[in-house]
C-alpha cells in the first residue's frame, strides 16, 4: 500500500521534500530541468535529474508564444499528466500559469488540478510578499510549494522585458525579506531567477528549505535550466545563464547527463552564467 515506503530501500527511491531537505544541508547541489513529454521526462530520469519542473515555459518552447502569459491550467495539466507517465525517481513540479492563483480559493483549486489530474507533487507560483496569504493557504492544505522570486517572466508586461532583477540593494533587501516571509508562510523550495551571484548566496544561507537557481549563481543549492536551451534546441538568443550541454554529444540522454554532472561537480554554473 505504501509504495513510498517500500521504495525507501531502493538504490534510487523517488525524491521526496525530505530528500531535498537533505540535499541541501548535506551541500549535495539539487539537478533540475524542465520538461515537458513523457519521451524526454524518460530521459530526463536516466540522466539523474533530483526535479523535473513543467514550466509555463511551453508557452514558448512547445506552443511558439513569445511569454508565458497565454499558457492555461489546462496546458499545464496536459503535459503534467505526460510528464508523470515517463518519471520514476525525480520529483515533479509543474507551474501555475498565469491569473491562476489571484485569491487563496482559486490557487488551491488549481492546485488541486495540477495535483490530481497533473500528477505533480509540488506547485510553483511566481510570488512576493503579495503571494505570501495564497502560499500559506495552500501550505494549510498540505499542497507543497515553490515560490518563484526574481525575475519572474509572468510580468514582463507590467516590468518591461525580462532582465536582472535585484541589483540595488533596496530591492535585494526586499527580495530577502519576502524569500524569509514565504518561507515562513510554509513554502518548501524558493526559485531564483537572474539574480547577481550575492543576492542568490545571501537568499540560500537566509533559509533552511532549498533555494534552486536559474542565473542565480553558484553558490544556490541546486541549478535548473530549460531542457530545450541545454539540447541546443531553442533558436536565436539565449539568455546568459544557458549552456549548450548538446554539444560534443551526440545522444540527448548523454547531454542531460553532462548537464547533471556539471551542477553536482559545481563545474556549472561557470562565471560567464552568472550575474554580478
Ligand atoms: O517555466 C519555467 O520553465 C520556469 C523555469 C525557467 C524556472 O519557471
Partial sequence: MYTQLEQRGMPQPPVNVSTLRRMKDEKRPIACL????????VLVDAAGTDVVLVGDSLGMVIQGHDTTVPVTVDDIVYHAR????GLQRPFLVA???FMSYTTPEQALENSVRLMQEGGAMMVKL?????QVDIVSHLSRHDIPVCAHLGLKPQSVHKVGGFRVQGRESGKAREMIDAAQRLQDAGADIVLLECVPNELGEAITRALEVPVIGIGAGPEVDGQILVLYDILDI???RTPRFVRNFQSGHTAPVDAIRAYVEAVRDRSYPAPEHCFS
Fill in 82 to 85: 505526460a510528464v508523470a507517465r
Fill in 34 to 41: 524542465t520538461a515537458y513529454d513523457a519521451s524526454y521526462a
Fill in 126 to 130: 511566481e510570488g512576493g510578499e503579495g
Fill in 95 to 97: 507551474d501555475m500559469p
Fill in 234 to 236: 531553442t533558436q536565436g
